[in-house]
């Protein structure tokens, strides 16, 4: 009996230490989830936070289209404001959406009236290729023109790039699937946003080209074959900046790739802080309509 009683004792500290660790773990499973919500919780009151603060600068910035002193002041710097008690802050900062070539340019047919942009966005992923080692660049380029492949009748329209646009993220999709196929790690040093534009191309391709004056200091090494340090050390945009940059260099343009005039659409981003951590959203501002409206979670204070 002393033995059977010993086993049953055994056993019941058994279920015990199982029940016991079954509690811990499911405390632990739960104090993970509450952490989880709780941040869950924080993450959506930003974002409903970030929805009132585009709605309120929407009505301003709408007022602001055209307004080129009002851009160059973004264009130059980010811009800060705060309320008056202290309590609020932010900091919008914006960029022309034309800064540099854009994607869609690859979609065009090389021997119709535009084909100069089609080589022009060539010439830039070749002259990436050279620079960072790209294994199939042609591979590459065909990946991104087959994305958003169109019939025959529809590339004769003079509409058809508003046909398969892709979005930045939708690229990455492209150039992760071309990493995984040809191992090329080298690719992922590329920082795709110095060189193109990821949002449709204006209408009117024959305005829709690069603002120069507002280009990246990469686009600019890249396509004069210039030392990128010296240019970003030396490079400030702004208003005229392009054609007196260059011309101090010796250097020259085109102006069927280059427009020297003020940008029309922009893209910003604003950064503010909801329970001491600091959150982001993204939109555009085209034809005087602010819109695609992003949110980019928490940010780097």
């Given at each position: 009996?002393?033995e059977?009683?010993?086993?049953?004792?055994?056993?019941?500290?058994?279920?015990?230490?199982?029940?016991?660790?079954?509690?811990?773990?499911?405390?632990?499973?739960?104090?993970?989830?509450?952490?989880?919500?709780?941040?869950?919780?924080?993450?959506?009151?930003?974002?409903?936070?970030?929805?009132?603060l585009?709605?309120?600068?929407?009505?301003?910035?709408?007022?602001?289209?055209?307004?080129?002193?009002?851009?160059?002041?973004?264009?130059?710097?980010?811009?800060?404001?705060?309320?008056?008690?202290?309590?609020?802050?932010?900091?919008?900062?914006c960029?022309?959406?034309?800064?540099?070539?854009?994607?869609?340019?690859?979609?065009?047919?090389?021997?119709?009236?535009?084909?100069?942009?089609?080589?022009?966005?060539?010439?830039?992923?070749?002259?990436?290729?050279?620079?960072?080692?790209?294994?199939?660049?042609?591979?590459?380029?065909?990946?991104?023109?087959?994305?958003?492949?169109?019939?025959?009748?529809?590339?004769?329209?003079?509409?058809?790039?508003?046909?398969?646009?892709i979005?930045?993220?939708?690229?990455?999709?492209?150039?992760e699937?071309?990493?995984?196929?040809?191992?090329?790690?080298e690719?992922?040093?590329?920082?795709?946003?110095?060189?193109?534009?990821?949002?449709?191309?204006?209408?009117?391709?024959?305005?829709?080209?690069?603002?120069?004056?507002?280009?990246?200091?990469?686009?600019?090494?890249?396509?004069?074959?210039?030392?990128?340090?010296?240019?970003?050390?030396?490079?400030?945009?702004?208003?005229?900046?392009?054609?007196?940059f260059?011309?101090?260099?010796?250097?020259?343009?085109?102006?069927?790739?280059?427009?020297?005039?003020?940008p029309?659409?922009?893209?910003?981003?604003?950064?503010?802080?909801?329970?001491?951590?600091?959150?982001?959203?993204?939109?555009?501002?085209?034809?005087?309509e602010?819109?695609?409206?992003?949110?980019?979670?928490?940010?780097?204070?």
């Open positions: 009996m002393v059977t009683k010993k086993v049953r004792n055994g056993f019941a500290l058994l279920i015990t230490l199982a029940v016991l660790a079954a509690v811990i773990a499911l405390l632990g499973v739960m104090s993970g989830y509450l952490e989880r919500a709780h941040r869950d919780s924080d993450k959506n009151g930003a974002l409903i936070q970030a929805r009132l585009f709605e309120d600068i929407r009505g301003i910035l709408e007022k602001q289209h055209g307004n080129e002193s009002f851009y160059s002041v973004a264009y130059a710097s980010p811009i800060p404001f705060a309320s008056k008690d202290g309590t609020f802050s932010l900091t919008l900062s960029a022309p959406i034309d800064r540099g070539v854009n994607i869609h340019w690859l979609f065009l047919p090389i021997e119709r009236k535009y084909g100069y942009l089609k080589e022009a966005a060539l010439e830039t992923m070749t002259k990436l290729a050279e620079t960072y080692g790209i294994v199939d660049t042609e591979r590459l380029i065909r990946m991104i023109e087959t994305y958003a492949e169109v019939d025959e009748d529809t590339k004769k329209s003079r509409h058809y790039l508003k046909d398969g646009i979005s930045y993220e939708q690229f990455r999709e492209i150039v699937t071309y990493i995984r196929e040809n191992d090329d790690r690719i992922e040093r590329i920082r795709w946003r110095d060189y193109f534009v990821f949002y449709p191309p204006e209408e009117n391709l024959s305005i829709g080209r690069i603002h120069g004056d507002f280009a990246s200091a990469e686009l600019i090494a890249l396509w004069f074959d210039m030392d990128a340090e010296e240019v970003k050390e030396n490079w400030t945009p702004a208003k005229g900046a392009f054609e007196a260059l011309s101090s260099h010796g250097l020259g343009y085109d102006k069927k790739i280059f427009s020297e005039t003020f029309k659409r922009s893209v910003c981003e604003v950064d503010f802080v909801y329970k001491e951590t600091m959150y982001g959203f993204r939109f555009a501002e085209i034809e005087g602010v819109r695609d409206f992003e949110f980019l979670g928490e940010t780097k204070q």
